[in-house]
């Protein structure tokens, strides 16, 4: 079953019961992405599919036959990092890291759900646009908990990002 990560192709032919988030960490060495809680509750295991952040945990490799999935390998490199990446190490977005991967996954897809308009529970204009303020941030990413408590930080770094591409 053909699918693609981090734009090349990978096939799944494993257990129909592996998940998104152990397949990619078991079988295609993509161990950047985190296993937490494993039941949909931290958000260490965030990823993009299809343009959309999802928890890997919660979802069988076997569902995305032909998905487009970007994990934090898809980011940038040591040498090039992407702005979000460049922004945490910034602004000390982590402590452990363990957390950061899902974080920085999270914000690019919160950013581009922001810019399609997609409103929020703080939103005070459900039609939008959005413009994402301290508190849009930190509710959109209210899914990915960071035991280290570095949300301050992470907040800084994306509203970074944000600035430096408005
Ligand atoms: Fe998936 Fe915690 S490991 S949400
Ligand atoms: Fe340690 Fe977030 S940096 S859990």
Redesign the pocket.
């Known amino acids: 079953m053909p699918l693609t990560i981090n734009g090349s192709d990978h096939d799944f032919a494993g257990d129909p019961r592996t998940t998104l988030l152990d397949f990619l960490r078991d079988d295609c060495g993509l161990t950047g992405t985190k296993k937490g809680c494993d039941h949909g509750q931290c958000g260490a295991c965030t990823v993009i599919v299809n343009g959309q952040r999802i928890n890997s945990c919660l979802t069988l490799a076997a569902m995305h036959e032909g998905d487009s999935v970007t994990t934090i390998e898809g980011f940038g490199t040591p040498g090039s990092l992407h702005p979000l990446q460049a922004a945490f190490v910034k602004h000390d977005g982590?402590?452990?890291?363990?957390?950061?991967p899902g974080?920085i996954c999270s914000a690019k897809a919160m950013i581009d759900e922001a810019k399609a308009g997609w409103a929020s529970f703080v939103s005070d204009d459900l039609a939008g646009p959005v413009t994402l303020t301290s508190d849009e941030i930190r509710e959109r990413m209210s899914g990915n908990l960071?035991?280290?408590g570095?949300y301050s930080n992470i907040v800084d770094a994306i509203a970074e990002v944000l600035e430096a591409a408005r």
């Open positions: 982590f402590q452990c890291g363990y957390c950061t974080q960071c035991r280290c570095a």
